[in-house]
């Protein structure tokens, strides 16, 4: 088992609700330290960012395809990581990913991801 395993993922239909879950192992150290984000992946395609939430809580980005339908949140006190993900499309289907970023979240957080979770899929269908 690895530093965060993601769940909560499941199939859906369009317009339905789904929430992802992200616990963070002991061998996390200094949760409150991590930018943490939300990423979806289909194999042999590019990683594209969903959300983050920064080392506080306060500060949150969101793509703009999920803008005003996910709702991403964390609590530090149990080192989890929550994404809330309304108003479910079909093009949301995908493999969904946790991860930790170190020290600030920014632009380029994709690629200075240091640990990510073995996914959860998430599949919106009619």
């Known amino acids: 088992q690895g530093e965060l395993v993601e769940s909560g993922g499941g199939s859906v239909q369009p317009g339905g609700s789904l929430k992802l879950s992200c616990a963070a192992s002991?061998?996390?150290?200094?949760?409150?330290?991590?930018?943490m984000g939300w990423f979806r992946q289909a194999p042999g395609k590019e990683r594209e960012g969903v959300a983050t939430v920064g080392p506080g809580g306060g500060i949150t980005y969101y793509s703009d395809s999920v803008k005003g339908r996910f709702f991403i949140s964390r609590d530090n006190s149990k080192k989890t990581l929550d994404l809330q993900m309304d108003s479910l499309r079909v093009e949301d289907t995908n493999m969904y990913y946790c991860?930790?970023?170190?020290?600030?979240?920014?632009?380029?957080?994709?690629?200075?991801?240091?640990?990510r979770g073995q996914g959860t899929q998430v599949t919106v269908s009619s």
């Open positions: 002991d061998s996390l150290q200094k949760w409150k330290s991590y930018c």
């Open positions: 991860a930790a970023v170190p020290i600030s979240c920014g632009d380029n957080w994709l690629r200075r991801v240091r640990y």
